[in-house]
């Protein structure tokens, strides 16, 4: 009987095991499910992708490399962007990228100026914003890839509105486009591309290196302007060619009706510029000038300059580069006023150097000398300039920046300018 006993007692408790074995799988079982349906419902909830194309991505990513806006990458925008990447099904011929960033920058910005032979002496102390959006789309077609670039920003700062400093308003800054750029890559090596856009003949070295938000380069970087322009450019391996038709005055080579100038600046409406660079592992270079049409007070002139760019990454650190340039009836400031037109030369140098992965600093020099045509006038220009900044993500980058400015001229139009500015950058 006992043997019986123990014997159905043993079965009753297997089976209670055996149950409880199965009502833990049941229950894991159930559990698989409900993560099933709950995937399904949320791919339901998705939003569809367009006809025709497979596949589409939002994540974040480098920045595109504008062919044509490589100057203007050398500014503190957002190295990363969000990117949308649409995949094409098989029987569409064309991949698109769309990327789009954007920037809320603050500054107390210091501004100190002495001209006239010391008569004169302005100083202000300011808290100034801006606000841009840049957006980039390229897209891989039957005939090259096609792209288009554009930024638009404002700034906004509060303005006296009487002399009697009885009255302030804080303002809407006015939106202004900053660049508008499209590219069309007929092969590898050929790219035709047009809008606005900074000249061809800008040399992206020496000082202008020098992040320059709320400072000043003292006018001394080899600096082409920003037209309309076509341009074609060709590149294979390290060298790179390009030509460009700029429309330079932009709209000022005509007079009104009465046969009064428009604007004091006229001339020819087109321009020519070319460029010629070299892109290694460690040096790099740039040989670029440009020859135009233009007038100053009525007086008509053909302008012309060429300058030279070299740069040099001496380690993982340090990125040194040096610029000069010679031109002839080329525009330069010898006051806060006025312009003058006349024959001259400029250098600059400058450092930039990644001290950490989230501190950067940089430096740099430039001195210019040029004698006045259309004023018995020589004007050299002395600028010094600097910042460092800390950048602990790619969204947030803080930092000081300072500049000193000293003009000399024959009219003793002489002037001493000192900037500094505490500047921060939030991008998205």
Do not use: C
Request: glycine share 10%.
């Amino acid at each position: 009987m006992k043997v019986m006993k123990l014997a159905l007692l043993g079965t009753a408790a297997l089976a209670a095991v055996s149950v409880s074995a199965r009502a833990d799988d049941l229950s894991a079982l159930k559990a698989q499910i409900e993560a099933l349906q709950a995937d399904v419902a949320a791919l339901q909830a998705a939003p569809a992708v367009p006809a025709g194309f497979s596949l589409m991505t939002v994540s974040e990513g480098d920045r595109i490399v504008v062919p044509g806006l490589e100057v203007r990458d050398n500014n503190m925008y957002a190295k990363k962007v969000t990117t949308i990447g649409v995949l094409p099904t098989a029987d569409v011929p064309a991949s698109t990228v769309i990327q789009w960033s954007g920037s809320v920058r603050a500054a107390l910005a210091y501004y100190d100026r002495n001209y006239y032979t010391d008569d004169y002496e302005a100083n202000t102390l300011h808290i100034k914003a801006r606000g841009r959006l840049d957006v980039t789309g390229t897209t891989d077609t039957a005939v090259g890839e096609v792209g288009a670039s554009m930024s638009i920003y404002a700034d906004i700062d509060n303005t006296q509105t009487s002399t009697t400093n009885t009255g302030f308003t804080s303002q809407s800054g006015t939106v202004k486009m900053d660049y508008a750029w499209g590219w069309w890559k007929m092969t590898p090596e050929l790219t035709f591309a047009g809008g606005y856009n900074g000249s061809l003949a800008t040399i992206g070295y020496g000082i202008r290196k020098i992040n320059d938000a709320y400072i000043s380069r003292g006018s001394v970087g080899v600096d082409g302007g920003d037209f309309t322009q076509l341009r074609l450019s060709y590149n294979s391996g390290p060298i790179g060619i390009a030509v460009a038709l700029e429309h330079t005055d932009e709209g000022g080579n005509y007079d009104d009706l009465a046969g009064t100038p428009i604007a004091d600046i006229k001339g020819g409406p087109l321009g020519v510029a070319a460029e010629v660079t070299y892109s290694g592992d460690m040096f790099n270079a740039e040989l670029a000038g440009f020859v135009r049409d233009t007038g100053l007070y009525d007086e008509k002139y053909t302008q012309s300059q060429i300058g030279l760019g070299l740069g040099a990454k001496l380690s993982d650190m340090f990125d040194v580069s040096v610029a000069g340039s010679v031109g002839n009836n080329v525009f330069y400031t010898i006051s806060p006023s006025t312009i003058n037109v006349g024959d001259g030369w400029e250098v600059s140098a400058a450092i930039v150097a990644t001290l950490s992965d989230s501190i950067s600093a940089e430096v740099g020099a430039g001195y210019s000398k040029y004698k006045g045509e259309y004023y018995d006038d020589t004007t050299k220009t002395t600028a010094v300039a600097g910042g460092i900044y800390w950048s602990p993500v790619s969204q947030l980058k803080t930092g000081l920046q300072a500049s000193y400015t000293h003009r000399d001229t024959t009219y003793d139009y002489n002037s001493t300018e000192t900037r500094a500015a505490w500047v921060t950058w939030w991008n998205f």
